[in-house]
């Protein structure tokens, strides 16, 4: 399922084509635990669904190096 999102950090959108489905959306905006409802998701595909911030955003923003 294509889903696309704004990130809040850099306000940037994507879209990533995901293993989900609108069930699965529905049970995680009812309240599910997201890593219950998408256990399929690497960490960073479901930071994704939830904030809109990909992988080289938080690199580039909480660099363990600044």
């Not at 990130?7 to 994507?14: A, E, M, N, V």
């Not at 998408?38 to 600044?66: S, Y």
Request: no cysteine.
């Amino acid at each position: 399922m294509l889903i696309t999102k704004t990130s809040i950090l850099t306000g940037q959108t994507r879209t990533l084509d995901l293993d989900v489905t609108q069930e699965g959306l529905n049970r995680w905006k009812n309240g599910e635990h997201i890593q219950n409802v998408f256990p399929h998701l690497t960490v960073n595909e479901r930071e994704f669904v939830m904030t809109g911030i990909f992988e080289d955003e938080w690199e580039a923003h909480f660099n363990d190096d600044d």
